[in-house]
């Protein structure tokens, strides 16, 4: 049974709050006084948000109520991506300044500074328990650290892409990868092996199906495209938005019902995944690139960001009680 048609039943049988659609209800908009945000990011119960600046810091934000409650200095140069871990008591983060930063979130100290990379670190994620950290670079190397040891050096490197990695994902036994030179690789950790699918074009950002089937690829040629994970197999494109300059996130919603990407033209475009048909168009206005998504993981929600600020999103009105 293919991919698509397993996503197709998953699709038709999914209850009627998951397929209801976005109507792009602006709920707050946030002016992030840290220069021009980098990236926003949902921790992982969707309670807070972190962005990232190009002053140097990583702000945490309770975005329901605008309201600033921590912020973290140490990086050398822009911070580029960050994430909470899985219990929301840690950060890591990375930038400009190639270096890997573990942060202690209620003291907003510094705890570990990994350096190794030889160039700006573009990405950088937590594995399922957080006592990994794993991050990709324009020096082309994809670098493993261990957040538990106090050691500077990474336990594993991974040089396979030749170019810029762009984009990382992790699951429980999995590394994916997305990078410049158009190829996605994912690492299968359980079998020590290296599975890598050409895309032609130079690759921004990549994202697991949260069924573990599919992989969704953002490329430079202004396509998203949704692969088979085991076949390499393409089940659906998605086009309407522009990217062909610009590093811009891609994701799937909660659901799994919805590829949400941003776009050059201070625009966020939702699709139906299964259909490929453009559902929404969230624009932002007087911003010229929509650069950063971050879904709610359980609510039909978006944090997005752009220029110096960042937006949340909600499908209806009503949501702002929730909160």
Not at 148 to 162: D, G, N, T, Y
Not at 272 to 297: N, T
Request: charged share 20%; hydrophobic share 35%.
């Amino acid at each position: 049974m293919s991919c698509l048609f397993l996503l197709l039943i998953n699709y038709l049988n999914l209850n009627s709050m998951a397929t209801k659609s976005y109507v792009g209800h602006l709920s707050k908009e946030i002016a992030c006084k840290q220069g021009a945000v980098r990236a926003v990011r949902f921790n992982v119960e969707g309670e807070y948000c972190l962005t990232c600046g190009s002053d140097k810091s990583v702000k945490l934000w309770n975005p329901y109520r605008g309201a600033l409650l921590k912020t973290y200095s140490g990086h050398g140069y822009e911070v580029l991506d960050a994430q909470s871990s899985c219990d929301s008591s840690h950060i890591v983060s990375c930038g400009m300044d190639k270096t890997i930063i573990l942060w202690d979130v209620s003291t907003g100290q510094s705890l570990r500074k990994y350096r190794g990379h030889l160039g700006t670190v573009n990405c950088v994620k937590f594995n399922e328990d957080s006592s990994v950290a794993i991050s990709g670079s324009v020096d082309t190397s994809v670098r493993c650290w261990d957040c538990r040891s106090k050691k500077p050096e990474a336990f594993q490197i991974m040089q396979e892409a030749k170019d810029s990695v762009s984009s990382v994902q992790v699951t429980d036994h999995e590394i994916l990868t997305g990078s410049l030179d158009g190829q996605i690789r994912r690492y299968d950790i359980r079998n020590g092996q290296l599975i890598a699918d050409e895309m032609a074009q130079p690759i921004t950002s990549v994202w697991f199906t949260r069924d573990g089937q599919g992989l969704l690829v953002s490329c430079l040629d202004s396509t998203l495209r949704l692969i088979d994970k085991d076949t390499g197999e393409l089940l659906q494109e998605y086009t309407g938005h522009i990217n062909t300059e610009y590093k811009i996130d891609c994701c799937l919603d909660h659901t799994d019902n919805h590829v949400i990407s941003g776009s050059e033209d201070g625009t966020v475009y939702i699709w139906s995944l299964v259909e490929g048909q453009l559902i929404a168009r969230l624009e932002h206005v007087g911003s010229k690139v929509v650069h950063s998504v971050s879904p709610h993981p359980s609510q039909a929600w978006i944090l997005t960001a752009a220029q110096n600020s960042i937006y949340l999103w909600k499908d209806a009105p009503e949501d702002e009680n929730l909160f």
